[in-house]
């Protein structure tokens, strides 16, 4: 028995890739996207290819990724954000909706979306996610890129 197995390809130098970053609590989301940015550079993305939007909050993000979307020009897209809890029911509010609207212009439009919004209890836990963060969803927005070309082109 004979099984095509594909195998992961990190070369994002003919990606197209949009990044939308939320400006709420910047210093930290700031941080992920530059470690997102290099980490895409450094796996071949070329800095022309890359589109980076940022929008006032989390809630923003997919209204901008649907936006984007319809440009029809993109291979991946990387939502980026930080959402922190507070002492209202205002964070899981803002958490649930996000990434549920995310996945939906994803599954709608067949475009992969990586989700890089941090949510956590403190700045200090968000703080030291930020590098790690940074680098995973750079190698999983090539990965997954390539991916979907690659079943595209068994049609």
């Known amino acids: 028995m004979i099984i095509n197995n594909y195998k992961s390809n990190f070369n994002g130098r003919n990606l197209y890739i ?11 989301s700031y941080k992920l996207l530059i470690s997102c940015i290099n980490t895409l550079k450094k796996i071949g993305a070329q800095e022309k290819n890359i589109l980076h939007i940022s929008v006032p909050g989390a809630l923003e993000i997919p209204l901008a990724l649907k936006n984007i979307v319809q440009i029809k020009k993109f291979n991946v897209l990387i939502a980026i954000g930080v959402i922190i ?11 649930n909706e996000t990434i549920s609207n995310i996945m939906q212009i994803s599954i709608k439009n067949n475009i992969p979306i990586i989700n890089a919004i941090l949510t ?8 030291s ?5 940074g680098i995973e969803t750079a190698y999983a ?9 690659s079943i595209k082109k068994l049609h």
Request: hydrophobic letters at 40%; glycine letters at 4%; a negative charge.
């Open 18 to 28: 949009g990044i939308v970053q939320s400006r709420f609590n910047q210093t930290i």
């Open 85 to 95: 809890r507070g002492e209202t029911y205002h964070f899981e509010l803002i958490a």
């Open 120 to 127: 956590t209890e403190t700045i200090e836990q968000a703080n």
């Open 129 to 133: 996610r930020i590098l790690t963060k």
């Open 141 to 149: 927005a090539i990965e997954i890129a390539n991916l979907i070309s």
